[in-house]
């Protein structure tokens, strides 16, 4: 076999880093999810409370970005504004009990993608490419790579 380009290599990335959000956007417009609001949805199950400069920091977004899907999160009745007490000028995003309802639906959509896309890989493979895309993130970050076994299992 040839020699592979690292441009091609890197288009395949893309591609199917593309195609994964597009299948899971799929997957959560069923539950009147759109895409990108899962992350949030999750990101406040996992530390609730967080400002939206905090949330736009995690997630790698700009503040405007996140003040909109927030506005329509809490319109959908998932998620709540409270002023915070220590500053006025801050609020804090919190899931409401229907939020924390549709967490099990987003981590749902979330393992059925996870089981199309590694239809046929071994948990070997899945640790093998795991360990490969976290040291193109450490690259393309400039930070230090985070070694898999710090990361939970994977499943098959």
């Known amino acids: ?12 990335l893309q591609s199917a880093a593309r ?30 409370g967080l400002t939206p400069g905090q949330l736009a920091v995690r997630l790698g977004v700009r503040p405007p970005t996140i003040t909109k899907t927030i506005n329509r999160l809490q319109a959908q009745g998932v998620l709540e504004k409270k002023p915070s007490l220590d500053d006025a000028r801050q609020a804090h995003i919190s899931l409401t009990d229907a939020g924390r309802e549709t967490i099990r639906d987003i981590e749902k959509s979330v393992r059925k993608l996870d089981k199309q896309a590694f239809k046929g890989f071994d948990k070997k493979e899945q640790k093998a490419l795991a360990k490969l895309l976290a040291r193109i993130e450490a690259n393309l970050s400039n930070s230090e790579v985070v070694e898999i076994d710090d990361e939970p299992d994977l499943e098959d």
């Not at 076999?1 to 395949?12: E, I």
């Not at 799929?26 to 406040?44: S, V």
């Open 19 to 48: 195609l994964s959000r597009t299948v899971l956007a799929a997957k959560l417009n069923g539950h009147g999810f759109y895409a990108g609001q899962d992350q949030i949805m999750l990101a406040l199950n996992q530390d609730d």
């Open 1 to 12: 076999m040839g020699k592979t380009k690292k441009s091609a290599v890197m288009n395949r």
